[in-house]
């Protein structure tokens, strides 16, 4: 059986930094992803910007997360941060995709991380005690080979907390008793779009669009022709949406990803998850039709790709010892062990419904995120970290964004370094100790 001191489940954007994390700490570390690319939905889904890295006062993502969009500006990947168009919020830090899967495969490699992709982990094996679970051993398996790993420290990076579930935690589905969960999205990249146009014309109808009347559209993002959606039920498309929203690719002009529209489902449904994806596909000769016909700035538009996987916001959510509320967010809330700042405001996308309901963070957006929400009740060495931790329906559509996963992955990675060398179940580890390595590490979270 292969042995490490951690083994990530997961390879998302929170999976890679903490593996990182713990790798550069000088644990032996492993990382299983189920899709053969790192990124998790930033590359296999074509999410894009990550938003946002910035409060109303201050840069609070910081780390290995700033890192990350460094290497991707050295590869010309990403602008950086840039003020968002949109006046969502803050800041917005768009970059290619393709530039995404490299630098991620090189700090896992520079690192020397283990890597093994294109398998998934099915089965957990515990040693139960009357308070607590311990993971002895997990089986990853593919189409051909089954392999049992053990570890001391588990980290859940896989997005929906699947492992801790396996693994025997308490968990919630959606809204905890509708079940209800926000709904998935297809997103297009579309080729030979005349940036110019699309410009000319949001400057002279811009009660059509939300933007940041400030901006000088060097880079486009666009949310608005509310008036072209009204007719798009003349197109048959299998979706209402009231409105469009698309991001420009860095260094491709005429390039950029759009969101199509919001399909309802439980992904953990996998004839649900499949109709989600196989609707939205299905749906995409009448979106492209409607957009070349409707869409100032689309008439010559192409679609070069449909994202391999359609994006699943949420599902279910792992019970830490401590779990997320919305007054943690919006109250000021000051909690007993920081870990991270977040700022990205609360929203919602609405199942089966063209609605959003955004909730903003008071002045100056920010929220502090608890040691104890990395912490799954009931297992004595699993971790949690990006979207998968603790948080309930409301605060998770705030907390689920990628650049604070890539600091809660880099927050995990200490962590299981404590708990590894102190040699102590995660729910011990010395918050007084971590305050030191998040210092090292130059993690913003007072
Ligand atoms: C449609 C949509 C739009 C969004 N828009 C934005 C946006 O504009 N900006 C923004 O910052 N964020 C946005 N988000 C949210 C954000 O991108 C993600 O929540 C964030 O990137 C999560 O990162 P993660 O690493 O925690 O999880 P994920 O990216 O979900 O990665 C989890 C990984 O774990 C793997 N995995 C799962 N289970 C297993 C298993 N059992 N074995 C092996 N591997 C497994 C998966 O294959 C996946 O690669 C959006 C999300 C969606 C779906």
Do not use: W
Not at 138 to 167: M, Q, W
């Amino acid at each position: 059986m292969l042995k490490y001191d951690v083994i990530v489940i997961g390879g998302g954007v929170a999976g890679v930094c903490a593996a990182v994390t713990a790798s550069r700490r000088g644990l032996k570390t492993l990382i299983v992803e189920k899709h053969m690319n790192m990124g998790g939905v930033l590359t296999s889904s074509f999410v894009m910007p990550m938003m946002t890295f910035h409060s109303q006062k201050r840069q609070v993502i910081k780390g290995i997360a700033q890192e990350l969009v460094e290497r991707l500006m050295e590869k010309n990947g990403s602008p950086g941060h840039i003020k968002d168009p949109i006046g969502f919020v803050p800041t917005i830090t768009p970059f290619n995709p393709e530039t995404m899967k490299t630098v991620l495969f090189e700090m896992l490699c520079e690192e020397k991380v283990d890597v093994i992709s294109g398998h998934i982990c099915t089965t957990t094996v515990s040693r139960k005690s009357i308070q607590t679970i311990h993971v002895q051993q997990a089986t990853i398996s593919n189409e051909y080979t089954s392999i049992d790993l053990c570890a001391d420290i588990f980290i859940d990076a896989t997005g929906d907390g699947n492992f801790s579930i396996k693994s025997g935690a308490p968990y919630t589905i959606g809204e905890s008793l509708s079940q209800e969960t926000q709904p998935m999205t297809l997103i297009l990249r579309v080729g030979k779009i005349n940036a110019r146009e699309i410009t000319d014309y949001i400057r002279s109808n811009p009660g059509n669009f939300l933007f940041d009347e400030k901006t000088d559209f060097s880079y486009l993002a666009v949310s608005g022709y509310f008036q072209e959606c009204l007719r798009c039920e003349k197109y048959n498309l299998n979706f209402k949406r009231d409105r469009l929203l698309f991001f420009q690719i860095p260094n491709f002009s005429d390039q950029v990803m759009i969101n199509t529209n919001r399909y309802p489902g439980l992904s953990l449904n996998k004839f649900e998850h499949s109709k989600a994806h196989m609707d939205a596909v299905l749906g995409i000769e009448n979106f492209m039709t409607f957009l070349r016909s409707e869409i100032r700035g689309f008439s010559d538009a192409v679609l070069l790709e449909s994202a391999p996987v359609i994006g699943v916001r949420e599902s279910t959510h792992v019970c830490g010892i401590s779990t997320i509320q919305m007054s943690q967010l919006m109250g000021d809330v000051k909690v007993d062990e920081p870990v991270a700042i977040g700022s990205y405001p609360v929203d919602m996308h609405v199942s089966g419904s063209d609605e959003l309901r955004v909730v903003t963070i008071p002045y100056p957006s920010e929220y502090q995120i608890d040691m104890k929400n990395l912490i799954p009740k009931n297992l004595s060495n699993v971790l949690l970290a990006g979207r998968a931790i603790s948080a309930d329906h409301l605060a998770f559509s705030a907390v689920r964004t990628s650049p604070l996963a890539c600091v809660t992955g880099q927050v995990a990675g200490l962590m299981a370094f404590l708990s590894s060398t102190d040699k102590c179940p995660v729910n011990f580890i010395k918050y007084k100790k971590l305050k030191l390595l998040l210092q090292e590490d130059g993690i913003v979270y007072e």
